[in-house]
């Protein structure tokens, strides 16, 4: 353990014990009034990263519309999502909602196109993952606690991020591994960077293999179910999609390519075809084509509300049959989903896909957009420190090499949204 680990007064909370309370920096006694697992989710609830998702690309850039989802409702209704689905385990509740709230924080602006093309730029030094990226904001960049030295100065010892209890940050990671030593079903996928790696350690105390804790589960799971029902809702209210077009076997089969190339290689046309029939025919399905009026979009909601029902109704009956209805928390379980789920949830995925993401217009946007933040990075990497913002400045100028260099340039583009990044590079480009 760090010498830096503390319990917060010895405080339990439920079924969790004093380890899962602990913090990496010790805190002063404060009031029992809050649970430690209540301090940390509103530590994520008021931070800077939390609102700068508002100007986030999901999948449709904000600003579009209204309407449109951005990082920050997508993150809140995977929280809502995730909460009941946690809590009908045995979960502490506010553990689940903050880890859902915390999962997309490291999201650099224009969603996952942003983050291919940071990745593609720090190469040399590890590469870029907006998971890892939630953990370096959570122990390190979001301003809240400092780890000062003993004897020394205030401000002498490194940020310690927001400080989160043990059980709310092992929950938070989604991939608990450093890259290239995930499964091989998690792709590039990693959760920590190399200069990471102590908090990480602490974390994961106790921790024998790259184990998931049941919150990070179920938080995983929420994300899922969430954007798979409300991506195509977006899609649906932006004529990007119709849901008859589904109707027609040629155009299901375009979609089912894309699950098999996206989401699952193994599935067969009689499978996804099944998958599709069990959707459209449990009852909620529109009958009539989308048009924008009320009972159309009532019809449309409803429709969005009952999948969430049914794929989380779905894992909460599996993981109790195979675990019984004890609380469930941590390492004690983990979290089943049946397989017939999974694929209606691909299903859902593959047509968001198909009509939304792989579109002509989305194509050329996404060149754009990596244009700017790969020009962001060269610019920075000339003008540094100008350009960056006084926190940023401050790494910048105690790093000890180029390496740790180019990683403060990375966490300064990573930290900006849509418009900011396009701001910004307006500046900086000659």
Request: proline share 6%; hydrophobic share 40%.
């Amino acid at each position: 353990m760090n010498e830096w680990g503390s319990s917060e007064r010895g405080q339990t909370t439920g079924c969790y014990d004093a380890a899962d309370v602990e913090r990496w920096v010790p805190e002063p006694p404060k009031s029992a009034s809050r649970t430690p697992f209540a301090r940390d989710r509103a530590r994520v609830l008021h931070s800077a990263a939390l609102r700068r998702l508002a100007a986030k690309t999901q999948v449709l850039g904000p600003g579009i519309d209204d309407f449109v989802r951005t990082r920050l409702t997508h993150s809140l209704e995977v929280a809502q999502v995730g909460r009941e689905l946690g809590q009908s385990l045995g979960c502490d509740p506010d553990v689940v909602d903050t880890a859902c709230l915390a999962h997309d924080l490291g999201h650099p602006p224009f969603g996952h196109n942003g983050e291919t093309a940071l990745d593609e730029v720090s190469g040399p030094i590890g590469g870029f993952e907006g998971n890892a990226q939630t953990l370096r904001l959570l122990t390190r960049l979001e301003a809240k606690t400092f780890a000062d030295l003993p004897g020394g100065a205030p401000g002498d010892g490194r940020s310690a991020g927001l400080n989160l209890t043990r059980a709310t940050l092992d929950a938070a990671t989604k991939y608990p591994w450093c890259r290239g030593e995930g499964p091989p079903e998690a792709g590039a996928k990693f959760g920590v960077y190399d200069d990471d790696q102590e908090v990480f350690g602490w974390l994961r105390t106790g921790v024998g293999d790259s184990r998931r804790c049941l919150e990070a589960q179920v938080m995983d799971f929420a994300d899922d179910v969430a954007y798979s029902v409300h991506d195509v809702e977006d899609g649906v209210v932006f004529g990007r999609i119709s849901l008859d077009w589904l109707a027609d076997p040629a155009e299901r089969g375009s979609v089912w390519e894309v699950v098999r190339d996206w989401y699952i290689p193994g599935s067969d046309d009689a499978e996804l075809d099944a998958a599709y029939d069990r959707l459209r025919g449990f009852g909620y399905w529109p009958r009539a084509a989308y048009d924008g009026h009320r009972r159309s979009l009532a019809a449309l909601k409803d429709l969005t509300s009952q999948l969430i029902g049914r794929f989380c109704f779905a894992a909460e009956r599996a993981t109790q049959d195979a675990y019984g209805p004890a609380p469930l928390i941590r390492y004690r379980a983990d979290l089943v989903v049946p397989h017939e789920t999974r694929v209606e949830i691909a299903v859902l995925k593959g047509v968001a896909a198909r009509y939304v993401m792989r579109s002509a217009e989305r194509v050329a946007l996404l060149s754009r957009q990596r244009e700017v933040v790969q020009g962001l990075v060269a610019a920075l990497r000339l003008s540094a420190p100008y350009g960056l913002s006084p926190g940023f400045q401050a790494d910048f100028e105690a790093a000890a090499d180029d390496p740790g260099r180019l990683r403060v340039i990375i966490d300064q583009v990573a930290s900006l949204t849509d418009a900011s990044a396009v701001s910004l590079y307006r500046t900086l480009r000659p």
